[in-house]
């Protein structure tokens, strides 16, 4: 069974801080990596991808990526309130002309003021 | 920016009936997926389309579940005989190829079986 994990959370972080957001996946064949943030009752919503080791920024979200550890992570710099959400590990497992995603539990992520 | 939608927003049906979840993929997209998200567990796949037939499938999919296109924008989800273990968000996303391609989602049809 190919599994994401992630810490559900709460992570409460201050406004204007660092937010670090964790994921690990077992199945080591995975090739695409992705964060969604997801708003309560909204679809998820692509922040980043990242497909490569090391890390990748996107103005203040970098995504980490280290693929003999299984392991992503998202950082949020300068924390805003509405960066409050659920975030979203995903690991993209490919089949044959097409790929499905597999989607952690989420990490529910409160920026306090 | 283009997106993907879909109908209803919402869907309330009775335990055994048919529903049938709309939706319209971003136009140059060739690759189409539904996932469900049941109130408060995690979004799971449920199958992926391209070229007109499903490429893969997830065990959640079963013999109650079947998609189509029925033409040249819509894609649609039909459950056959609705249980009241049915009832969730369930989105609508596609990519312009199927491959480490980013998959973009719909906002959702809640389904409430009663």
């Known amino acids: 069974q190919k599994e994401v994990e992630q810490n559900s959370g709460p992570l409460s972080v201050p406004e204007g801080a660092i937010a670090s957001l964790n994921c690990t996946y077992s199945?080591?064949?995975?090739?695409?990596f992705f964060w969604y943030r997801q708003y309560s009752g909204k679809s998820p919503e692509l922040i980043m991808s990242i497909y490569s080791n090391g890390d990748k920024e996107d103005g203040r979200f970098t995504a980490q990526l280290n693929k003999a550890s299984q392991y992503v992570s998202l950082l949020i710099r300068d924390s805003q309130p509405s960066d409050s959400a659920t975030y979203l590990c995903a690991v993209n497992t490919e089949y044959s002309s097409a790929s499905k995603i597999i989607f952690g539990s989420g990490t529910r992520l409160s920026i306090r003021p | 920016e283009p997106e993907v939608t879909q109908t209803p927003s919402h869907q309330v049906t009775q335990m055994g009936q048919e529903v049938i979840l709309r939706c319209v993929p971003i136009?140059?997209?060739?690759?189409f997926y539904w996932y469900r998200q049941i109130l408060g567990q995690k979004v799971e796949f449920l199958v992926s389309?391209?070229?007109?037939?499903?490429?893969?499938k997830s065990e959640i999919f079963d013999d109650q579940f079947s998609v189509e296109r029925p033409d040249g924008s819509n894609f649609t989800l039909k459950i056959r005989s609705t249980k009241l273990e049915d009832s969730a968000m369930y989105f609508c996303?596609?990519?312009?190829?199927?491959?480490?391609?980013?998959?973009?989602f719909g906002p959702g049809t809640r389904l409430l079986v009663l």
């Open positions: 199945d080591r064949g995975s090739q695409s």
């Open positions: 389309f391209y070229n007109n037939e499903i490429s893969e």
């Open positions: 996303a596609s990519s312009v190829q199927g491959l480490r391609e980013t998959q973009y």
């Open positions: 136009s140059n997209h060739l690759y």
